[in-house]
């Protein structure tokens, strides 16, 4: 389960747009960050994703993304034209009608990124794929989930809302200043479609069984008014504080489905997915930052400044299913588990360390906008080591403890 959200030029306190995911993948499925730069790709090149091949576009833009360790595609990214794209799984009406292995969603989202020079450009890419191949295969790391993809998609100047159903698909342009997508088809009224005569989208497509047992539209409804009320105002922090949203007086080890942005798995149904990973995109004049978790439950994470054009942070051998304390993820994995043990006595105390940090990586940020590539690479750096330093310091004290 995830959410995804933006806010506008008219909503943000900087005129700047600025865009969010909350991945919720399964517990062990650790995720990592990845950086590709600008490619050219020969005749006939040949691209294999996920579960299948598919030809290569000519030319491939430079993305920083956040995946699943498992998989092609990826579940949050940024590309060097400012597009950003969230994606969520939809449960449809129509999603069992591909029976060959098709593109999984994430995938889509990567080749959005790719191919996407503005958000219209990445709507257009996504859906000529969905189109020529289908989408489908298993899109889970341990078990067989089926699903079908809605995705969020932003640039400098605009928005857009893309919902599929096997094949078909439909769009529309956001109007207001603010909006965000979860798991569940949200379109109305649609600008393009696959479809020629015009009907509720939402309504004709959605598989009604399993939403309420997800939190789908409780979770789009906390995002959206967790932008909305500081509609003008809006900055990274408060995506930040989104992404962190409890309800008053939760509990991971009895809370109801996943009502809740900041998931944490726990001992019921339909609540063997956590938070894995997220990332916060800003993009204006100066130029565009990232900033990334790059571990799992965002209430006791700390985000860290990411930019393109440079390389990525050195984060440890690459993730995967099994424990690696030398992997970034997985160290804080660690915390992450013990801190949940004691949450209300834990995690505020947590939060005050990490927020320090936070706030102090923020405050430094827009000087290094219009840094060189050097001056960038030091200062991300910097932000990741003080930032493991903080989690080793916690991690050594839950341990401490009784």
């Not at 995830?2 to 909503?11: G, K, M, N, Q, R």
């Not at 080749?111 to 489908?136: N, P």
């Not at 997508?181 to 696959?194: E, F, R, Y």
Request: aromatic share 8%; with cysteine; proline share 4%.
């Amino acid at each position: 389960m995830c959410d995804s959200f933006v806010a506008l030029p008219p909503a943000t306190i900087n005129k700047t747009t600025i865009f969010a995911k909350s991945a919720d993948c399964q517990i062990n499925e650790a995720h990592a960050l990845v950086h590709y730069p600008r490619r050219s790709h020969i005749p006939g090149e040949a691209l294999r994703a996920t579960h299948r091949v598919i030809p290569q576009a000519a030319e491939t833009y430079e993305v920083i993304m956040s995946k699943s360790f498992w998989t092609w595609g990826a579940e949050i990214g940024v590309n060097e034209y400012g597009v950003s794209i969230g994606n969520e799984a939809v449960f449809t009406t129509l999603q069992k009608q591909e029976t060959a292995e098709g593109l999984m969603v994430i995938d889509m989202l990567r080749i959005g990124l790719e191919r996407g020079k503005s958000a219209r450009a990445a709507v257009d890419a996504i859906v000529a794929v969905l189109e020529a191949f289908g989408q489908g295969g298993n899109c889970e790391l341990t078990g067989n989930s089926h699903f079908d993809g809605s995705y969020l998609i932003t640039d400098p100047n605009e928005a857009w809302i893309l919902e599929t159903a096997g094949r078909q698909w439909a769009a529309r342009k956001l109007t207001d200043s603010v909006g965000s997508i979860s798991n569940v088809l949200s379109i109305d009224k649609w600008d393009i479609s696959s479809l020629t005569e015009r009907h509720n989208w939402a309504n004709s497509y959605t598989e009604e069984d399993i939403v309420p047992k997800i939190g789908s539209r409780e979770r789009q409804a906390c995002a959206y008014n967790g932008l909305a009320a500081s509609r003008g105002n809006v900055s990274v922090k408060t995506f930040f504080n989104v992404l962190r949203q409890h309800d008053d007086g939760y509990d991971p080890a009895t809370a109801p489905a996943h009502t809740n942005i900041c998931l944490h798995a726990g001992p019921s149904e339909y609540r063997q997915w956590q938070a894995c990973g997220a990332m916060v995109t800003e993009v204006g004049e100066q130029g565009i930052i990232a900033w990334a978790t790059a571990t799992s439950g965002n209430c006791v994470s700390i985000f860290k400044p990411l930019f393109l054009g440079i390389e990525l942070p050195d984060t440890g051998p690459y993730p995967t299913e099994h424990y690696d304390p030398r992997s970034l993820w997985w160290k804080h994995e660690l915390l992450h588990r013990r801190a949940m043990a004691g949450f209300d006595d834990v995690v505020p105390e947590i939060r005050r360390d990490f927020d320090a940090l936070e706030d102090e990586f923020l405050a430094a940020a827009p000087s290094l906008m219009n840094g060189t590539a050097q001056e960038k690479k030091a200062f991300v750096e910097d932000c990741f080591r003080k930032a493991e330093s903080a989690t080793q310091a916690w991690i050594e004290r839950l341990c401490a403890d009784p």
